[in-house]
């Protein structure tokens, strides 16, 4: 009878949120790749430290400007997607994500259930965003990112 190989356990961190994984990240690996994305044919490069200052710099503007809001985020996953999540979720908010794809019905509802009056919508994925700027029934703010 063939026996497993006792492997010894990996010590593990316990984190409480988000902020403790981006302080360990930045400890450990400053310099190191966290991104890679392409812009314009381009591909772009961010380190741990240039995406945590990306997302504080978000976060405190969220934290100035939004208390204890439910705030809308629908697009494409991408850094900036990611940057706006993870600074909506260190700033007291409360994130909604909604699927790129759903309908303008569906949305509707989806927003007004959740009570968010703020969405952050990247275009190319929310073609009748138009619509609602111009027809705002209970959404106070809709940035485009």
Known sequence: MIRNKKYPYYEQLLLDDFRQV????????PDEIAFSYRKNGKIIDKT??????????LA???????KNKNIAVIGENSYYWF?????IAIS?????????DVDEELLNR????????????SKEYCPFIDEMKVNKKYIEDIEEY
Do not use: P, W
């Open 22 to 29: 981006m302080d360990v990240q930045l400890e450990r690996n």
């Open 48 to 57: 741990f430290r240039e995406t945590i200052e990306d997302i504080n710099n």
């Open 60 to 66: 405190n503007y969220f934290y100035t400007n939004y």
């Open 83 to 87: 940057i706006l999540f993870m600074a």
């Open 92 to 100: 007291g908010n409360i994130i909604v994500s909604i699927d790129k």
């Open 110 to 121: 989806l927003l007004k259930q959740a009570d968010c009056k703020d969405v952050y919508f």
